[in-house]
């Protein structure tokens, strides 16, 4: 089980080197008029983003397995592990909420601001301090 965890770490990790770089395309995507320079950046979010999807597969793949090869279930003391659940599906949310902007750049239909963009960078990084707060701590 300590190897299926060490990979969860990985892919956690580089999961999130994704979602912290994405937006940040976003921010220059909101702020480029240059149609060359724009279909560049797109090229490059597109191929972070499936990229990043393989990475989020895993990494949630792996974190079922050692869901289940603890058998951490409903039982008392186990409320930090539901709250991580609950962070690890507004990551997944977040995630999917990349795709939807990425789609919207592909067709030229962004409406947001590069201010949105670089506060809506802010919120994996949150995300990310809950979950760990949560696995090292264990308040609940």
């Not at 956690?12 to 976003?26: D, K, T």
């Not at 560049?40 to 990229?51: H, P, T």
Request: with cysteine.
């Amino acid at each position: 089980m300590l190897w299926v965890k060490a990979f969860h770490i990985v892919f956690i990790a580089s999961w999130f080197a994704g979602l912290f770089y994405l937006p940040r395309l976003f921010v220059n995507l909101a702020q480029q008029s240059d149609a060359a320079v724009q279909s560049c950046l797109v090229g490059m979010a597109r191929r972070l983003y499936r990229f990043t999807t393989m990475l989020a597969i895993v990494a949630v793949a792996l974190g079922l397995w050692l869901y289940v090869g603890y058998g951490i279930g409903m039982g008392p003391g186990n409320g930090w592990m539901h709250a991580k659940l609950f962070f690890v599906l507004l990551i997944i949310g977040y995630h999917h909420a990349c795709g939807v902007m990425l789609r919207k750049f592909e067709q030229g239909r962004n409406t947001r601001s590069h201010k949105f963009y670089r506060w809506f960078n802010e919120v994996p990084v949150l995300l990310l301090v809950a979950v760990v707060l949560l696995v090292v701590l264990k308040p609940f």
